[in-house]
Structures are given as C-alpha cells and as structure tokens.
C-alpha cells in the first residue's frame, strides 16, 4: 500500500516499471518542500524490497517486516543521506558522506534485495562541490546491481545536468486544494473549515498542512513571521539588514528553515500582488486579508513583480552556495518601500 497521497500519475508509473521489472537504478523527485518528495521515496525503497508476491500488491504491501523497517528508517539496507548530517559541511552534502554511500553500496544487501540510496537536498551538488558531484556521478555511471538512488530537491533548477541526465525524472505536483482538505478531513480528523484553511496555506503540499494541523507552533512561528514581513516594506534599511543577519546566521544549522522562511515572503507578496489586481479572493494568507488591503496601495505592481523575482533569484543562489549573509542583505536592499 502506498503511503504517498495525491500523485496518482507518478504512482501508476512507477507501479508499472515494478511489474515488468524495468525499475531504473537513480531518480530524481522533485517539487516544491513538504510536497512528498521523501515519503514517496521510501514508499519506492519499501516496493523494491518488499516481501510480498508483487502479484498480490499494487506497490509495498505496508505490512511485511521490511516495508514497516523502511518506513521506519530502520532497514540495513536503506541509508539517507541529508544536508547537516557531516559536521564539518552542515549546508550541504559532503564529499565524505558520499564516499560512505559508495561504501554502502558495494556491500552485498542484508536484509532485502537492494540497496537504497535516498539523498535528500541534490541541490547541494552544485559546480561550486565538484568533488562531491563527480563522485556521485561515477556510481550513477556505473551504480551496482541491485542498487537504487533516489535523489530529492526542491530546487531542480540547481541541479546540475550531468547528474539530472542520469537519472529518470519524477516531479511532485502540489495537490488541488480541495483534495487537501479531505484528506485532511477524512484521515488526520481535522474539521472541514480548518482543513480548507490549511489547504490553501499549504498551498497543495501535505507535509506542512499536517504539520499544522499536528503542531500549534507551526501556525505560531508563521503569524510571528508573517509580522516582519508585513512591516518590513516601511522598516529603515540597518533594521532589514538586521533581520538578513539574523537569518543568515541560522542558515548553516537550519538550511530548509531559512528556505521555508523566504517561501513565505513569496507568498505575502504574491498576495499584495493579487490585491492590487483585484482578485483578493485568491490570496494564500486569507486570515491576513484586511492587512494585505491596507498595505497594497502603497506599492505598484510592477515593485511587487521585480521583488518577487529578486526572492526567486535569492532562492536559486542559496541551493548554488552562495554566501546567505551577502545574498540576504542584497535582497533586503530591493524590498519595497523606503
């Protein structure tokens, strides 16, 4: 049983390489963070060792000591890599966890029938850490048998070609809001209003809803966030540069939380944008509307879509490496406003 929910089209795709047995040996999710992107990647690390006939199942069973093992992060044959996990490299994946991929690999599977490799933060392979990239892509050139890489980003822009063209394609798509909110409704018990809320903050990706709907402090963390940036468009220049500190200063130990953070500032000016439009009835923080409204008449259109550029183009910068104090200061110089 899949545990991924809301991607029908890549489940039948990948359900139809397992039964006639053309799995590939590397991958490549993709989409936007809390989409799915890991949970589909242990779902594929369960089906291809799962312990049941795969006559009798559309995907792991869900059952058998090794899919609840996998799931579990537990299987001696499944091995995550992720950003932070080398001490000495804590933005990125580090040459010396790549190695001990290689290492991983080679040594015949223990408990299952392959070896599973899931990176999670590809984007940090960049041209600047080439001797982490040409290692990894050896082992795509020449992976062992029965062995499977599964590489997640969030950023597939910044992924460089030579690996993205060795490795079949998977892209996550954010789910229909309403599809969000009943399976929020209907499997985490969440009531029907608050799920439709959620859905929409979400913005289609099931990670964060749940999380949301799980953990108060979510929602507490985002309205004390979204404060500084509503009032950022009227805040002196050494007091943004302050906040592009702060921020920076958290990037090496927590480098999605600083992501998740410019996201937000996406979505907020996104929202001004829509308001000066004139469809407000779209916007993603709609508990915010009055504020959005009384806000966006002091900036123009054309100042919310160069900034909302800027924020993409800082995005992009950050998965390439580049330094976060420096490239979050020159976008606080480009805020809106004084």
């Not at 995550?80 to 804590?90: C, E, K, R």
């Amino acid at each position: 049983m899949w545990r991924t929910f809301g991607q029908d089209r890549l489940l039948g795709q990948i359900s139809g390489s397992l039964r006639a047995g053309r799995i590939g040996h590397a991958y490549l999710l993709v989409g936007p963070p809390h989409v799915g992107k890991m949970t589909l990647a242990l779902d594929m690390a369960a089906a291809v060792n799962c312990r049941q006939p795969a006559d009798t199942h559309d995907g792991p069973c869900g059952d058998c000591e090794a899919c609840t093992r996998i799931h579990r992060g537990v299987h001696a044959d499944l091995n995550v890599l992720s950003i932070g996990g080398d001490p000495q490299t804590p933005t990125r994946i580090s040459i010396r966890q790549v190695r001990e991929a290689e290492n991983f690999l080679s040594i015949t599977p223990v408990e299952g029938g392959w070896k599973v490799i899931i990176l999670d933060g590809a984007e940090t392979l960049s041209a600047g850490q080439s001797e982490s990239a040409n290692a990894l892509l050896k082992t795509l050139e020449e992976p062992p048998e029965k062995a499977l890489l599964l590489l997640l980003s969030s950023a597939e822009e910044a992924i460089l070609p030579t690996i993205r063209s060795r490795c079949r394609l998977l892209s996550l798509r954010p789910m229909a809001g309403d599809t969000l909110a009943d399976y929020l409704a209907s499997r985490h018990g969440s009531e029907p209003e608050r799920a439709r809320w959620l859905a929409r903050l979400a913005r289609g990706c099931p990670g964060w809803a749940i999380n949301a709907l799980e953990d108060p402090s979510v929602l507490e963390s985002r309205s004390t966030q979204l404060d500084g940036i509503a009032e950022s468009e009227g805040t002196a220049l050494d007091q943004r540069f302050s906040y592009a500190n702060a921020l920076a200063g958290g990037f090496s130990g927590d480098r999605e939380s600083v992501r998740q953070t410019l996201y937000l500032w996406q979505g907020w000016w996104r929202d001004l944008l829509l308001v000066k439009e004139g469809v407000a009835d779209h916007v993603q923080n709609g508990d915010r509307r009055s504020e959005l409204e009384s806000i966006a008449p002091n900036t123009s259109s054309a100042a919310i879509v160069t900034f909302l550029r800027r924020l993409q183009e800082t995005l992009v910068a950050l998965d390439a490496n580049a330094n976060p104090r420096l490239a979050l200061e020159s976008l606080m110089l480009d805020v809106p406003g004084k």
